[in-house]
């Protein structure tokens, strides 16, 4: 049975999602604090985003 790059593709991200699941796992770290975490790297973003203009469009980015 030959296999479609969809089931590959959807295979190897399902083994990278286990594999970070089981580390944040191993860390005991709360569903609560990844949360702030995401919506701390969201405002950062949108900050950036909100910022960036024709000319300082590309260096706002860079600034990571």
């Known amino acids: 049975m030959a296999t479609t790059w969809t089931s590959a593709f959807g295979r190897a991200c399902g083994w990278l999602l286990d594999?970070?699941?089981?580390?944040?796992a191993l860390t005991r770290?709360?569903?609560n604090v990844l949360t702030f975490i995401g919506?701390?790297?969201?405002?950062?973003?949108?900050?950036?985003?909100?910022?960036a203009n024709a000319t300082n469009g590309c260096s706002s980015m860079r600034a990571w």
Request: hydrophobic share 65%; charged share 5%.
């Open 29 to 31: 770290i709360s569903p």
């Open 19 to 24: 594999k970070i699941v089981h580390g944040l």
């Open 39 to 51: 919506l701390v790297i969201n405002i950062v973003a949108a900050f950036l985003f909100g910022h």
